[in-house]
């Protein structure tokens, strides 16, 4: 029989993502409004370590919904990743009456809850990171607000490089996948969108396309280079070098990571933070919650975590083909 679930936490891990607060506000009132009390706990695993806990009520989430960043504040917090320190986070957990926790971040953080789980304290995780890189998930919270920021920088980058006649590489994160990327170059017009999971490397092929696009009469040529390639500024030198076309590189960098959530951000936030909310104090453990074909449902972590993610074929090829 599953064990009463009196008291619930909270934490956001990991890097932060808009929409983190809107879904502590979700996990917060569905929690109460289920007659279960919740803490918040500061700064991802590191604060369970330290003991951070905080009463929340209806009204510490009040305000928040419309904001960036995490109230709670996060971390990476390495030593979490030792069984020991797990052990010893799940006897804090315990002496506060902690019966379960609802995680929000990546699949890193998705760890940390598999490993407390294991260890007796109940844990839901909730998809929270700017990257869209978990695989049993169609969406991430944070992806659509930052695609969004990245969207309109790369708009004011092709202004200036179109009254240069520039070449301008654009650098967005996304760790090692390429989501950032894919959406933002298309929805940016990129004349090439290099991502970590498809870019073959092959440089002459870039610059054959540039000088091509360039004898088009093209006036610019906007390349979006995804963070797990990197190197833009050594790529832009090398290009001006080869063909003779002024380069330059913009790391867009964390102002992807903050802001406002959009509706959309703040809507899946919501919706996931009450159903982590829901299955945690209905007794559930290890689960995810996710967005698949078009609905919210949860999976067990080892079977989240065992779950393979790529960028679609035709997707990709169309982007090449629009590019032209
Ligand atoms: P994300 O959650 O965005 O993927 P990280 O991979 O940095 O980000 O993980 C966030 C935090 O989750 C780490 O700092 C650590 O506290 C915890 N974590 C990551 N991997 C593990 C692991 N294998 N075991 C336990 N905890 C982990
Ligand atoms: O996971 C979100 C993310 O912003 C990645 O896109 C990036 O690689 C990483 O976090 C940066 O992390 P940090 O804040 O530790 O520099």
């Given amino acids: 029989m599953s064990k009463e679930i009196k ?3 909270v934490l956001t891990s990991g890097g932060d993502a808009p929409g983190m607060n809107a879904a502590i506000r979700a ?14 706990i500061k700064k991802g ?40 320190v797990q052990k010893y986070g799940a006897e804090i957990c315990r002496k506060h009456n902690i019966d379960g926790i609802v995680v929000i971040g990546g699949d890193g953080s998705y760890r940390g809850a598999q490993a407390l789980a294991r260890q007796g304290i109940n844990t839901i995780g909730i998809p929270g990171t700017i ?35 520039r070449c301008s590489i654009i650098e967005v994160m996304g760790r090692n996948a390429g989501y950032i990327a894919l959406w933002t170059g298309v929805a940016n017009g990129a004349e090439d969108i290099l991502l970590p999971e498809k870019y073959d490397y092959n440089e002459q092929e870039l610059i054959n396309n540039i000088v091509r696009s360039r004898k088009r009469g093209k006036t610019h040529h906007i390349i979006v280079n995804a963070e797990g390639i990197g190197h833009s500024t050594s ?8 063909t003779g076309i002024e380069t330059r590189a913009t790391i867009l960098g964390y102002l992807q990571r903050g802001g ?39 999976y067990d972590i080892e079977e989240a975590l065992n779950m393979e993610k790529s960028i679609d074929e035709y997707q990709y090829e169309i982007c090449r083909k629009l590019s032209r």
């Fill in 131 to 165: 990257d869209l890189d978990i695989a049993c998930t169609e969406y991430t919270i944070g992806f659509d607000t930052a695609i969004n920021t990245a969207m309109e920088a790369i708009d004011k980058v092709r202004d200036t490089s179109s009254s240069h006649e």
């Fill in 260 to 298: 406002n959530p959009t509706c959309k951000d703040r809507f899946y936030a919501s919706i996931m933070g009450a159903y982590a909310a829901d299955i945690l104090c209905q007794g559930k453990s290890n689960r995810v919650v996710a967005y698949k074909h078009g609905e919210f449902v949860d």
């Fill in 27 to 40: 996990v917060v009132r569905k929690a109460i409004s289920n007659g279960v009390a919740v803490k918040g």
């Fill in 235 to 242: 790529m832009a030198k090398r290009i001006e070098a080869a």
């Fill in 7 to 9: 008291t619930i936490g």
């Fill in 45 to 84: 695993y590191m604060g369970i370590l330290n003991e951070e806990f905080i009463d929340m009520d209806q009204k510490s989430v009040a305000d928040i919904i419309q904001k960036g960043g995490t109230i709670l504040g996060t971390a990476r917090c390495l030593e979490f990743k030792e069984p020991d």
